[in-house]
């Protein structure tokens, strides 16, 4: 079974950065996809950000492009997510994820993601 652990998260201003990361397990994930989702209170969970590992072509929900950079480490077996100019939309919990689906795109659609990791609060105050 593939492990997520997550880190990072906490209380930021509004317009401040945080950098969330995502700890894999010791197996080998050149053909996976590691995603990003959040899921804000008394909403669904949504898609935020995805990335292929061993290309490394990312895909951006429209709300965060041109704020959040998507990026892994493989000699780390590491996810990150750099989050600036966060607002108070941005808070919710935020979940690391991974598929092992063959794409070329990295995929947006939450369904297909088989691994979870347990998720770490995110909150933007105004």
């Known amino acids: 079974q593939v492990q997520l652990v997550e880190s990072g998260g906490g209380l930021v201003q509004a317009g401040g950065s945080l950098r969330l990361s995502c700890a894999t397990s010791?197996?080998?994930?050149?053909?996976?996809?590691m995603g990003w989702f959040r899921q804000a209170p008394g909403k669904e969970r949504e898609f935020v950000s995805a990335?292929?590992?061993?290309?490394?072509?990312?895909n951006y929900a429209d709300s965060v492009k041109g704020r959040f950079t998507i990026s892994r480490d493989t000699a780390k077996n590491t996810v990150y997510l750099q989050m600036n100019s966060l607002k108070p939309e941005d808070t919710a919990v935020y979940y690391c994820?991974?598929?092992?689906?063959?794409?070329?795109?990295?995929?947006?659609?939450?369904?297909?993601?088989?691994?979870w990791g347990q998720g770490t609060q995110v909150t933007v105050s105004s």
């Open positions: 994820a991974a598929h092992h689906l063959t794409r070329w795109y990295p995929s947006g659609d939450l369904d297909e993601y088989e691994y």
């Open positions: 010791g197996r080998i994930f050149g053909s996976y996809t």
């Open positions: 990335i292929t590992w061993s290309g490394g072509v990312t």
